[in-house]
């Protein structure tokens, strides 16, 4: 509860200076601070403001052939299973790509998994045996990660994708408590460290210290905010914040199952209504083309493709984050992807779904 409030009170705070109305409503013409010259910019990648991705954590993209589909130039994938030769090959078909992996949890099946110490390890994760949260004050647990992100390195990540670094928001039996700040303090460091190995760096969810983390972040990733009105909370990243500073882009997933009774091709298909039926257990009723609409928030008034909602990118994406993608104009594709040899069932990547119960609990529900 305490947590729900602080985010009511910090998205309330970010909507009166920054004139968005209130109830996370769509700005029909967005707020745009001055920029810092461009010239200035990192030396690493980082992604657009307006950029479209495809997530891939369920499996492996495939690229054997020379192709990848579609090109929606930024891919996410999981960084232990997918080969350098993979992401090499995609970097040479185009595609930047963002290597996810844990930064905050230890998963027992992992090669590192042994140099952690126990003084590293607190209570297993409720919904996921046999991954731990992590004491990120911990100096080896830096140690770890930080191999992580140099394996990241080696393999030609553009950039990470450090998931789980908000311990503090989860019941992980260490004492005493992590705060916030050991978060900041944390993501300081493993941002630093990244984008001295040429890496930018995404985060999340972990809207309560947004404000805090702007500078040590170059994108950010959330979940779900569109159904859950809760993306207001982006606009800081959307509109740069202050004199000085550039906005950074928004990657938002929301969830839908279908069932398509065509042939995928290998050139991607274009949404068919008559063979193609999308739904969403939360907005029945809606299917297709309505739901579409409802899930990239293009029914409100002053909203275009173009700026459909604080400038954020809304992928639509299965809860598996398969081969499966749906992107706000309409077109969907399906990736083609290949399984990992160990770990790719069970309690491995299945987990990055970011289910909706995780998403709950951090907003304070049960
Ligand atoms: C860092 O990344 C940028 C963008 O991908 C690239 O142009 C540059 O050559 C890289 N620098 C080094 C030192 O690898
Ligand atoms: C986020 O936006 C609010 C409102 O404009 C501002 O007060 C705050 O300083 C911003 N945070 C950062 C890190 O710039
Ligand atoms: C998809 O279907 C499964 C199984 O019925 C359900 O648990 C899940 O919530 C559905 N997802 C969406 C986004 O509707
Ligand atoms: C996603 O996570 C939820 C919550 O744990 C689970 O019920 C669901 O089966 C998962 N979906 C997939 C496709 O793994
Ligand atoms: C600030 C804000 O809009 N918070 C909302 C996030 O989503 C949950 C679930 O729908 C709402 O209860 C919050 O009000």
Redesign the pocket.
């Known amino acids: 509860m305490t947590r729900l409030l602080s985010l009511l009170s910090l998205v309330g ?2 909507a009166l ?2 004139a968005i109305p209130t109830g996370d409503l769509p700005l029909s013409e967005p707020v745009e601070a001055e920029r810092i010259d461009t010239s200035q910019a990192a030396s690493y990648w980082t992604p657009p403001l307006k950029s479209n991705i495809q997530f891939i954590l369920t499996g492996i993209p495939d690229v054997d052939e020379g192709y990848i589909r579609p090109t929606s130039g930024i891919y996410e994938v999981d960084m232990f299973y997918t080969p350098t030769e993979t992401i090499q090959t995609m970097n040479q078909l185009g595609q930047k790509v963002i290597c996810y992996f844990s930064a905050a949890t230890a998963e027992n099946w992992r090669d590192d998994y042994s140099q952690f110490n126990q003084a590293d390890l607190g209570l297993e994760l409720p919904d996921w045996p046999g991954e731990f949260y992590l004491d990120i004050r911990n100096d080896n647990v830096f140690k770890v990660i930080k191999a992580r992100m140099d394996l990241a390195a080696s393999k030609g990540c553009n950039a990470i994708e450090p998931d789980n670094v908000d311990v503090y928001s989860n019941v992980n039996g260490f004492s005493p408590a992590i705060v916030p700040a050991d978060t900041i303090k944390y993501l300081h460091k493993v941002s630093a460290y990244a984008r001295g190995l040429n890496m930018s760096v995404g985060i999340k969810n972990c809207v309560e210290i947004l ?2 983390i ?1 500078d040590d972040v170059d994108f950010a990733i959330s979940e779900q905010c569109v159904q859950y009105h809760n993306c207001t909370a982006y606009a ?1 990243f959307t509109t740069a ?2 004199p000085g ?1 550039i906005g950074k882009a928004v990657f938002e997933v929301e969830y839908v199952n279908y069932t398509y009774s065509g042939e995928w091709s290998d050139q991607g298909v274009a949404l068919t209504p008559s063979l193609f039926r999308t739904n969403n257990v939360d907005f029945p009723g809606l299917t297709n083309e309505k739901l579409r609409r409802k899930l990239c928030n293009l029914d409100e008034a002053g909203v275009t493709l173009d700026n459909p909602y604080l400038k954020i990118n809304t992928v639509i994406k299965t809860l598996a984050l398969d081969g499966f993608v749906m992107f706000c104009d309409g077109s969907a594709e399906i990736t083609k992807t290949k399984s990992v040899d160990r770990g790719q069932s069970g309690n491995s990547m299945m987990r990055r779904n970011w289910s909706r119960e995780k998403m709950w609990r951090k907003m304070g529900g049960t």
């Open positions: 705070t970010i200076s920054n404000g805090d702007f800081n914040p202050r500073t």
